[in-house]
């Protein structure tokens, strides 16, 4: 069995990959002021709700975008399974041609969804990470990473909007009715979910401008299944996609 652990800005997921099946999805929040120890214990509890035994993880690979959280898990790992846990970053094979200005600035997570794409995808491909942040990431038709868009996730304007503003509530990530809002609720409801969706198809098209070509769209994290419905162009929904570029990954290294 393979334990794959992919930390990021709001919260970890873990897999455990039984040979080719992904038997087991759990999250936890991500909280920078834990300790390798109190980390190791909540995994444990995890893998015990799951009927899954440490003495049954062959290995473990993690992606991170919080570097103070990832030594933390390398060592709670390492407790609990025995062994070192791989770490996606500068130096592991991965097969990713990246040709940013310096790929070693390319995040983990952009470096595992690339890798799972390209094993699953038809090339070009555009990959849309609606997480904390909103991370859209390009592969060419040669399988290399070209580079990206980052903008502010739909939460994060949504903690802005409240935050800054004395008279706009808190309200829940979902598209109202019509574009149109008639109230203050449905108008952020419209500006928030609708208005992100517009920013993935009008960047699609300006990406495939470049490009000169149709790419695949495919797209995870969170709030993906209430936005992209609401775009115009046919988007596919994988919420494992990091996992899945983990546990190949994993096996370019071993």
Same mark, same amino acid.
């Given at each position: 069995?393979?334990?794959?652990?992919?930390?990021?800005?709001?919260?970890?997921? =873990?897999?455990?990959?039984?040979?080719?099946?992904?038997?087991?999805?759990?999250?936890?929040?991500?909280?920078?002021?834990?300790? $390798?120890?109190?980390?190791?214990?909540?995994? %444990? @509890?995890?893998?015990?709700?799951?009927?899954?035994?440490?003495?049954?993880?062959?290995?473990?690979?993690?992606?991170?975008?919080? &570097?103070?959280?990832?030594?933390?898990? $390398?060592?709670?790992?390492?407790?609990?399974?025995?062994?070192?846990? %791989?770490?996606?970053?500068?130096?592991?094979?991965?097969?990713? @041609?990246?040709?940013?200005? !310096? &790929?070693?600035?390319?995040? *983990?997570?952009?470096?595992?969804?690339?890798? *799972?794409?390209?094993?699953?995808? &038809?090339?070009?491909?555009?990959?849309?990470?609606?997480?904390?942040?909103?991370?859209?990431?390009?592969?060419?038709? !040669?399988?290399?990473?070209? +580079?990206? /868009?980052?903008?502010?996730?739909?939460?994060?304007?949504?903690?802005? =909007? /409240?935050?800054? /503003?004395?008279?706009?509530?808190? #309200?829940?990530?979902? *598209?109202? $009715? @019509?574009?149109? +809002?008639? @109230?203050?609720?449905?108008?952020?409801?419209?500006?928030?979910?609708?208005?992100?969706?517009?920013?993935?198809?009008?960047?699609?098209?300006?990406?495939?401008?470049?490009?000169?070509?149709?790419?695949?769209?495919?797209?995870?994290?969170?709030?993906?299944?209430?936005?992209?419905?609401?775009?115009?162009?046919?988007? #596919?929904?994988?919420?494992?996609? %990091?996992?899945?570029?983990?546990?190949?990954?994993?096996?370019?290294? !071993?």
């Amino acid at each position: 069995m393979l334990l794959v652990i992919d930390i990021g800005n709001s919260n970890i997921t =873990l897999g455990v990959y039984d040979a080719d099946r992904l038997s087991v999805v759990a999250r936890i929040a991500t909280d920078t002021h834990k300790t $390798k120890d109190q980390y190791a214990v909540e995994l %444990l @509890n995890i893998l015990r709700l799951y009927h899954v035994s440490p003495e049954d993880l062959d290995g473990c690979a993690i992606s991170s975008v919080v &570097p103070v959280l990832g030594n933390a898990l $390398k060592k709670a790992i390492s407790h609990i399974i025995g062994k070192p846990p %791989l770490v996606v970053g500068p130096g592991v094979k991965t097969g990713l @041609n990246i040709q940013i200005d !310096n &790929p070693a600035q390319l995040g *983990a997570d952009l470096v595992v969804g690339a890798v *799972a794409a390209i094993e699953q995808y &038809p090339l070009p491909c555009i990959i849309f990470d609606l997480g904390t942040a909103t991370t859209i990431a390009v592969i060419d038709q !040669n399988g290399n990473y070209l +580079g990206g /868009t980052i903008s502010a996730g739909v939460g994060i304007s949504l903690e802005a =909007l /409240t935050s800054r /503003t004395s008279q706009l509530p808190q #309200i829940s990530i979902e *598209a109202p $009715k @019509n574009v149109i +809002g008639s @109230n203050t609720i449905d108008a952020m409801k419209s500006g928030l979910v609708l208005g992100c969706a517009a920013m993935l198809d009008g960047l699609t098209a300006r990406i495939e401008a470049q490009l000169g070509a149709t790419a695949s769209l495919v797209a995870t994290g969170g709030l993906c299944p209430e936005v992209i419905r609401h775009c115009q162009r046919k988007i #596919i929904f994988n919420d494992h996609l %990091l996992l899945q570029g983990l546990k190949i990954v994993y096996e370019k290294n !071993n």
